[in-house]
């Protein structure tokens, strides 16, 4: 069935450093793709979006990549700050059909 | 946004009883759904929700465990039945506020713990 693979599943910077956690999906008809970050105690929030005839997009600090040919897609923070520290999720969609989710990044950033 | 809102927010129960989760939306939506959450892991899809229809489950979920309830398009139930300490999770509503694009918003989750 589909599937998104997240790397890596847990990953500790330095503030002011950056991060940056790579997805893969299997499904060729994906056509959306969302990062939503998950601080303790809390639902997941989306926090940056891609749609497959775009291949980069960036809001402030945060980016995302998208390589439909691979199938590869990415996000990226610049100058981390100790409030970056959460779990990270990516997810693939063909519209509003199943979101699936990845695996998870747990992201440390040290002050 | 939307303000989603999740009763109970946490939850100690025992093994074999019932628990009935409620989530309210400030807005009408179209699409709800319940997703299921294991300690340290990812986002899992139970079922999605319709108002008017019954909801469609994902493999491995079955009704009989799993009764959801969409009475109008602002409020939607789901209820774990007979529970076991396998059922600890954490369980998230979830919405699309524009029909199906895909982006979904959240309710902060009811972390369920079965003894």
């Known amino acids: 069935g589909e599937n998104v693979e997240q790397h890596p599943s847990t990953l500790s910077v330095q503030e002011g450093d950056s991060a940056v956690i790579k997805c893969t999906y299997s499904?060729?008809?994906?056509?959306?793709f969302p990062w939503y970050k998950q601080e303790l105690g809390k639902g997941p929030q989306l926090i940056i979006d891609i749609r497959s005839n775009v291949g980069e997009k960036k809001d402030q600090r945060i980016a995302v990549t998208l390589n439909k040919t691979a199938k590869h897609f990415s996000l990226h923070i610049t100058e981390t700050q100790p409030e970056d520290s959460a779990v990270y999720f990516c997810a693939a969609s063909r519209g509003g059909f199943k979101t699936i989710f990845g695996a998870g990044t747990r992201l440390f950033v040290k002050a | 946004s939307a303000v989603i809102s999740q009763k109970p927010s946490r939850d100690i129960c025992q093994r074999g009883t019932s628990l009935t989760i409620q989530c309210q939306v400030d807005?009408?939506?179209?699409?709800m759904f319940w997703y299921r959450q294991q300690p340290g892991q990812s986002l899992t899809l139970i079922a999605t929700a319709n108002q008017g229809s019954e909801a469609t489950y994902e493999s491995g979920f079955v009704i009989d465990k799993f009764p959801i309830s969409r009475p109008n398009l602002t409020f939607s139930t789901l209820t774990v039945s007979n529970m076991s300490p396998e059922d600890s999770s954490i369980y998230l509503c979830?919405?699309?506020?524009?029909?199906?694009?895909?982006?979904?918003?959240f309710g902060e989750g009811s972390r369920l713990t079965v003894l």
């Open positions: 979830s919405v699309d506020l524009q029909g199906s694009t895909g982006e979904l918003f």
């Open positions: 807005s009408q939506v179209t699409m």
């Open positions: 499904d060729s008809a994906s056509n959306y």
